[in-house]
T-cell receptor
């Protein structure tokens, strides 16, 4: 079975500061990992994904994540936070190449302090 | 190209009733997945439909059932509603190849908020 754990249900950072959202995974097979963002009253939007190849993955809105097999981690970062980044972020794992039948973490709510 | 749409946006039911939620997949997509997102939680996979047949199911009881139509739209039906069924129900569509193999990116709809009283 696959699972993901997101450390920190709430994270607050100042505008312009580094954003770091943590995700650790558990998988008996090579994982396919994803980060999604959810704005209030909206569905999920894919930020980025790791399938194979380069372990540093760049996504939309300036976010990136690094797959570290030795640490079973897939943390999400952004060098400089913007007010528009305030949202709920979910890490997810899939058993296949496409982002289907996802297993999600419990989410991290990101608050940006002006 | 239209995105994934869901109806209704909000719904209020009482315990024991039945509910049907609807999803129109994105143009060109032949696969629909349903997720339940309880308040403060991440979405949980309910089931997936591919070419009108169930293609995988999560840990949900049989009172959660679905349909996919020839135009690839889908319904989620929940019988004998319980208070814990209150959640945001998300539909996502994607496209599989003919052999059901490689999948393109999955896109999510805005969800239906179900409240069970």
């Amino acid at each position: 079975a696959q699972s993901v754990t997101q450390l920190g249900s709430h994270v607050s950072v100042s505008e312009g500061a580094l954003v770091l959202l943590r995700c650790n995974y558990s998988s008996s097979v090579p994982p396919y990992l994803f980060w999604y963002v959810q704005y209030p009253n909206q569905g999920l939007q894919l930020l980025l994904k790791y399938t194979t190849g380069a372990t540093l993955v760049k996504g939309i809105n300036g976010f990136e994540a690094e797959f570290k097999k030795s640490e079973t981690s897939f943390h999400l970062t952004k060098p400089s936070a913007h007010m528009s980044d305030a949202a709920e972020y979910f890490c997810a794992v899939s058993p296949n190449f496409g982002n289907e039948k996802l297993t999600f973490g419990t989410g991290t709510r990101l608050t940006i302090i002006p | 190209e239209t995105g994934v749409t869901q109806s209704p946006t909000h719904l209020i039911k009482t315990r024991g009733q039945q509910v049907t939620l609807r999803c129109s997949s994105q143009s060109g997509h032949n696969t629909v997945s349903w997720y339940q997102q309880a308040l403060g939680q991440g979405p949980q996979f309910i089931f997936q439909y591919y070419r009108e047949e169930e293609n995988g199911r999560g840990n949900f009881p049989p009172r959660f059932s679905g349909l996919q139509f020839p135009n690839y739209s889908s319904e989620l039906n929940v019988n004998a509603l319980e208070l814990d069924d209150s959640a945001l129900y998300l539909c996502a569509s994607s496209s599989k190849g003919i052999a059901g193999g490689r999948v393109n990116e999955q896109f999510f709809g805005p969800g239906t908020r179900l409240t069970v009283l």
